[in-house]
């Protein structure tokens, strides 16, 4: 098989007394979090509604809002987790992939607080920390397993080997899953942002209504280009006799699309596990909090004999709290950054075998 994992199932033993203050900030979310060895106390999330008129994130305007939240947020989570700053041992900041000026703020805050504390600094990656948010809480998966990652900036299919050892083994070519869902919405007139409509308005369709095309891409990888396509001629051609078309079939439509859009990511899941011989699969991100994807992937892991990790609703969007244990595992190795050259966030990198 391309992908045989013959390595040990591995489970979790922390050794380390740990203490830590994570901050996420790489798109519209200011978030902090506390975790004490390894046990999340509190995840604050402060979510930015200016961008709602706009149908989409300003950058510019979320770094400003980050600006005015993150000392409120983090003075949040401390009260709540009953923690001093003095009583932190290290803080974790997200590094990248995200906005450039609003992952400014995030890591400017933590690298400053860091110093005037003299402790150590951990950069976390924000892909890797999705996937690492499966160990928030139990169920938790054990080494080996795959994780399928789909966000609005990500759509990727993870071998999981270790908490800082992940490969990518399946990707989008082109545009994300969670993109294809907020432009279809678009499509259909509804609001930014549009994925959560699609799946609300989905229960109530039938996913069988309306059939579109897809691309066809070899091996593990994904493109949504083509679907987009295809569904922005269809609604062309119906509309131009029926101008009501859209708003007489949303319910159908936003079925059909959803159910096409998660049997394209179950079709590709479905494949890495026979290739790698793995049956524990995760999804995280964003999209993973889609009601028919979260559905569908129980219904395969009864028919596959799959064991399934669905993370909370909470720890699927971005929040403090996944950085939090991705900072963790990495404060246990003493995987620290240094204070006096601290490299600029990361705009689009991604964690290949870390360790």
């Known amino acids: 098989m391309l992908y045989s994992i013959q390595k040990p199932k591995i489970s979790l033993q922390f050794t380390k007394s740990c203490t830590l203050l994570a901050i996420e900030s790489s798109c519209d ?8 060895n390894g046990q999340v106390l509190s995840n604050i999330i402060a979510t930015q509604d200016i961008h709602y008129k706009y149908g989409g994130v300003v950058p510019e305007l979320a770094s400003r809002a980050h600006q005015q939240n993150i000392v409120p947020v983090v003075q949040e989570a401390l009260t709540k987790a009953n923690i001093d700053k003095n009583a932190l041992q290290a803080v974790a900041y997200t590094q990248g992939p995200g906005l450039l000026g609003a ?3 995030g890591c400017s805050f933590a690298k400053s607080l860091a110093f005037a504390l003299n402790i150590p600094l951990i950069a976390v990656d924000h ?7 499966h160990f928030i809480e139990e169920p938790k998966p054990v080494f080996p397993f795959l994780c399928l990652t789909v966000s609005g900036g990500h759509t990727q299919i993870v071998l999981v080997e270790s908490a800082l050892n992940m490969k990518v083994i399946g990707q989008t070519q082109d545009d994300a899953v969670g993109e294809a869902f907020d432009k279809t919405a ?6 930014y942002p549009g994925g959560p409509l699609v799946d609300k308005y989905a229960k109530e369709g039938h996913g ?3 059939q579109f095309s897809k ?4 091996g593990l990888d994904f493109s949504f280009s083509g679907i987009k396509t295809s569904i922005l001629y269809f609604l062309k051609d119906k509309t131009k006799n029926n101008s009501n078309f859209i708003e007489e079939n949303l319910k159908d439509l936003c079925a059909s699309i959803q159910e096409s859009l998660v ?6 899941l479905i494949k890495a596990s026979e290739a790698t011989g793995i049956n524990q699969i995760a999804i995280a991100g964003g999209v993973s909090a889609n009601s028919g994807l979260r559905t569908r992937l129980e219904a ?11 993370p909370k609703f909470e720890y699927c969007t971005d929040n403090a709290a996944m950085i939090a244990m991705a900072g963790h595992f990495r404060f246990q190795e003493g995987i620290f950054e240094d204070l006096g050259s601290i490299s600029n966030p990361r705009l689009n990198t991604f964690f290949i075998n870390t360790l």
């Open 29 to 36: 979310e200011t978030s902090a979090s506390v975790i004490v």
């Open 103 to 105: 992952l400014l703020v």
């Open 127 to 133: 892909m890797q920390a999705h996937v690492l948010a």
């Open 186 to 191: 678009k499509m259909l007139g509804l609001p």
């Open 208 to 210: 069988q209504a309306f």
């Open 215 to 218: 691309s066809n891409v070899s």
């Open 263 to 268: 049997n394209m990511l179950m079709d590709k």
């Open 300 to 310: 395969l892991g009864k028919e596959k004999n799959w064991t399934v990790f669905i």
